[in-house]
Nanobody
Framework: QVQLAESGGGSVQSGGSLKLSCVVS????????LGWFRQLPGVVERELGA??????????TYADSVKGRFTISKDNAKNTLYLQINSLKPEDTAMYYC??????????????????????WGQGTSVTVSS
């Protein structure tokens, strides 16, 4: 049974930092593409694309909106994905989700980007940033 469990969310003031964790079980962690997504308050669906992603060899990608402030990392020995969030802004207030999916082959192996292409999800952890 695949399980992803996020933690580390909370309420912080603007400019603060948080480190989110996602413990993954039930799948070969090191083989998977991993991503962080967020769902903004009052919005029914998660943002379409990952805000941060990391592939099996540790290559990372970021949405422009978080580049330079968010850092995604993983610890294969602990089956844990992380998201370090610095210089938090009120507009970062959201529910944050981790997701996992195998890479797909299209001439070469690549990781998905869109939420609809990720098959395994956690329940989310809430981040609230006050000004």
């Amino acid at each position: 049974q695949v399980q992803l469990a996020e933690s580390g969310g909370g309420s912080v003031q603007s400019g603060g930092s948080l480190k989110l964790s996602c413990v993954v079980s039930g799948l070969p962690f090191g083989d998977y593409c991993l991503g962080w997504f967020r769902q903004l308050p009052g919005v029914v669906e998660r943002e379409l694309g990952a805000i941060a992603g990391i592939d099996s060899d540790g290559t990372t990608t970021y949405a422009d909106s978080v580049k330079g402030r968010f850092t995604i990392s993983k610890d294969n020995a602990k089956n844990t994905l992380y998201l370090q969030i610095n210089s938090l802004k009120p507009e970062d207030t959201a529910m944050y989700y981790c997701a996992a999916e195998l890479p797909f082959y299209a001439g070469e192996y690549a990781c998905p980007y869109l939420a609809e292409d990720f098959g395994s999800w956690g329940q989310g952890t809430s981040v609230t940033v006050s000004s």
